[in-house]
Every structure is written in C-alpha cells, then in structure tokens.
C-alpha cells in the first residue's frame, strides 16, 4: 500500500557490480523482439474511461490515510515558462483515448503546447523507437517505456536523466516504483501504474461440478495443485475448460511459477546476465505448465488475446489474470468470485508486478516541455488521476481515488484486500537488466513449446544454451 508498503519487488543487479556503463556498444536487436514469440503485452494496456464497476474500499481508507499523512494535494498543473507555441510528440502503445484526459488538464493550464499521441501496436513499439532514436531522430519528445526494457535504453543512450522529476516525486510515489524506473543511479523514467494478478473463479460452473470456491482470503492462495484439480472437476461437469492464464506463454505471468518454487526469476551474477532456468524448480514449474495443456485442462492454440473471453463467456471454471479485468467480467454478466493468485504447495506465495512508465528522448529538443507533461502525468494527483484510465496509478492520492470513487460489496472489499496483500507482500518484478529483451524473448519461445509438447528439462537446457550466447555481448565488470 502506497506509504505504508512497498509495492515493487524489483528483482536487480547485485548491489556493487553495477552493469555496464550508459554508452556501452551493444547489438542493434538488443531491445527488440524480432522473433515469432509475441513479447508481453504489459500490463496497463486497456480500454479508456472505464472505471471498475466495484470499488475497492476497505484498500481505499487505508491509501487515503498515507495520503494525507504524505501531505500531498491536488495540484494545478504546472506552467511552462515561455508563450512560444510547442509541439510535444508522445509515441505510445495504449489504446486510443487513454491519455485525452490528462492532456486536456495539462493543456488548459499550458494553452501554447500542444500534444500529440503517436500509438503503435506494442510489437512496433521498441523496434520503431530504437530504430528512430538509434538514428538521433528528435521527432519523439516522449514515450512509453516498459519497466523491465528500462535499462536496455538507459544503457544505450536512449533515455534523458529524469532525477529532477524524482526528488519533486519522492513522497508522492511509492519509492519502490522509482527504483523500478532508475538504473545506476539516475532516474530515466517516471512510473504511471502497477499491477498484480489474482485468481478468478466461475461460481456457477463450481456449484455444477459440487467444488468448494476458494477462500478469499489473502494469506490462503489455493495450490496450483488444487486449481487443477478443481478444475478437472469442473470439466467433468460441463465446462470447457479449467483453468486458463490470461497473458499465456509470456513472461510477466509465467514468472511467479518457478519463484514460488524457488527457482529465481531466471537470471543471476553480474548484471543478471547469466542464465539460470535449468534447476529443479524451474523444471518442476514448467512441468507442471505442460500437465495442464497435455490434459486438456487449458487450451492450446489461442493467444493471450483470446484468453478473458474464455472467461467471460463462461467457458472456463478459473481464470488466472489482472485486477483490470474486473470490470469486463462484471459488464459481461458473469457469475464469478475473487481469490489470491495460488502458489504451488510448498512452496511461497508470489504475484507478478509491474507496469507502463514515460520516458522522454535525450534527442528531443523540447525536454523542459516534455518534463512538465510527465511531471503532471505522474506526480501530481490530479494528472496521475487523470492518466490511469483502469490502471492502477502509483502515485499515492490517485490510487486511493482509483479506489474510492465506485460503489462498494462484499467482492470488492475482497478484491480490495488480496490487491493490498499481494502488493505489499508478494510482488515480484521482472529482472531489471540490460539483457531483459534477449531473456524474455528466448523465455517466451521456450515456454509456447513447452505448452505444445516439449519436454521441460530438455527444452529448458536449450533456452540456457540460446541466452548463453544472446547474452554474451554485453560487457561484464
């Protein structure tokens, strides 16, 4: 919980053995996935001006405490210095229309700037932004940066020193959320949102198949054991499926497989640059990812797109995804309940985190006009507000107005209570390295194989032989 907690998990270089220096020469497709593996798709990416239709509560009191007691307010947005008329350009991967609102606010108080969205789908994103930057382009004034891509940018040049903008935040956004957009030191990134994921469950198709809905409790995850076998039953009673993860065979919801084994994120040594995917809990993980597909219990052949229909249309007894798909399943009419994002038994508790962040070009040459719109975006509570559309925003007022501002039943004040659990407790971020691309790319192809029938060991040993040599290039000290 914002100021009482932190919410970031961030997995980094160890403290002493700092990666690479800002300039070193590194390959052109570092920051690019240039595979068939789709990349992930962050978390945050979603349909404008929905708010949820269940409020969160029990969360929001408690955020609003550590609000007010880190003295922040509204603010009025802050005003460029100068009447000569200014042009930002701001290349995003978000869906039309999440940012009109924070650019109306920010451009009623700056009447002589102007802004204007350039969206890509988010497989163009990295590819046109390294390709444009890599060029000194200064057509891009600011854009969007993925957490975890952070430092592949950061090291090459393509990303201006933000430090200013973190001493106005601290107090205002959760540290951890700052440290998650730094890398040696400097900031080179303002965050706007977080995430977490939880475990939704179709009632009626439980009821159907005579299985006891999970706790939602916080501190009581089902097993991943558990889901499968519940979900088995539920096949048996007539569902489709019974169990689907909503971002599958990517990364950021993979990951808390193997960490709750304690097998790590997957990377180790200097800089993160060493493979280590290949031990025992990382093949107990996968395996277990294999068993649901090889049973039926998930399906293959969809892509992470076509998975929350699965849900909402009724087709699936469990669905394993984020908190932004609460208000689709309640427009859908769906039957449902909320529980913690399961472990696997025996092992810990640990959720996926993380989220989109704004960069400005160290090309651009309107840096002081691009630094006032991230400012308002992120730090002020009202621009923050303003600019999380269904994501959850880090700073602190605008979580607890996310939170405050709908109506309130017993599943929301659940929901409200394992988001507050899970953030404070069992986030996990993904590694932050300048090898974070060649990682999850290799990671993402490994893992679509396994859930089509490659065996885990074997298939493992081959990504730990693909990054050996993906990550030699990077220079370690």
Not at 232 to 261: C, H, I, N, W
Request: some cysteine; overall charge negative.
């Amino acid at each position: 919980m914002p100021g009482t907690h932190d919410l970031w998990g961030a997995v980094r270089a160890p403290a002493g053995r700092p990666p690479p220096g800002s300039r070193q020469p590194f390959d052109e497709e570092t920051l690019m996935d240039t595979s068939d593996a789709r990349p992930l798709r962050p978390a945050g990416r979603r349909t404008p001006g929905r708010r949820p239709a269940r409020a969160l509560t029990v969360l929001a009191a408690l955020l609003l405490t550590a609000a007010c007691q880190s003295g922040g307010s509204a603010e009025q947005p802050p005003q460029v210095s100068g009447d000569e008329p200014v042009t930002l350009t701001f290349v995003n991967a978000q869906d039309p229309g999440t940012f009109d609102e924070v650019i109306a606010g920010f451009t009623e108080a700056n009447p002589n700037i102007t802004i204007t969205l350039e969206t890509l789908p988010f497989d163009d994103l990295n590819s046109s932004v390294q390709s444009r930057l890599g060029a000194k382009d200064a057509s891009i004034d600011l854009y969007d940066v993925d957490e975890p891509r952070l430092a592949s940018f950061a090291a090459r040049g393509y990303l201006a020193d933000l430090s200013d903008l973190r001493a106005e935040a601290e107090g205002k956004i959760d540290p951890k959320a700052l440290d998650a957009t730094s890398y040696q030191g400097k900031q080179y990134a303002m965050p706007r949102w977080t995430s977490t994921q939880l475990l939704y469950y179709n009632t009626e198709l439980l009821e159907d198949a005579g299985v006891e809905a999970p706790s939602s409790d916080p501190s009581q995850p089902m097993t991943w054991q558990e889901v499968a076998a519940a979900g088995e039953q539920a096949q048996q009673a007539g569902a489709k499926y019974g169990f689907t993860f909503e971002q599958v065979d990517r990364y950021y919801q993979l990951q808390p497989l193997p960490e709750s084994l304690g097998g790590g994120p997957g990377l180790e040594g200097e800089g993160l640059l060493t493979p280590a995917v290949t031990n025992p809990a990382w093949v107990e993980a996968m395996s277990w990812y294999k068993s649901t597909f090889d049973s039926g219990l998930s399906p293959r052949g969809i892509t992470a797109e076509q998975t929350t229909p699965l849900f909402s249309d009724g087709e699936t007894a469990f669905f394993a995804g984020g908190p932004w798909n609460a208000p689709l399943f309640d427009e859908a009419g769906v039957d449902y309940g909320v529980a913690p994002f399961p472990m696997f038994e025996g092992g810990r508790a640990v959720s996926s985190t993380g989220s989109w962040a704004t960069g400005v070009s160290p090309f651009s040459e309107k840096q002081e006009a691009a630094k006032a719109f991230i400012r308002y975006m992120t730090t002020d509570a009202t621009g923050a507000w303003q600019a999380s559309s269904r994501n959850l925003p880090v700073q602190q007022e605008a979580f607890s107005r996310y939170l405050s501002e709908n109506a309130s039943d017993t599943r929301s004040e659940q929901l409200a209570a394992i988001i507050e659990h899970e953030l404070a407790n069992n986030a996990v971020a993904r590694p932050t390295t300048v090898g974070f691309v060649d990682f999850e790319t290799v990671m993402n192809k490994a893992f679509a194989d396994i859930r089509n029938g490659s065996e885990p060991a074997e298939r493992l040993q081959q990504a730990a032989e693909e990054l050996d040599r993906a990550l030699a290039k990077y220079p370690r000290e």
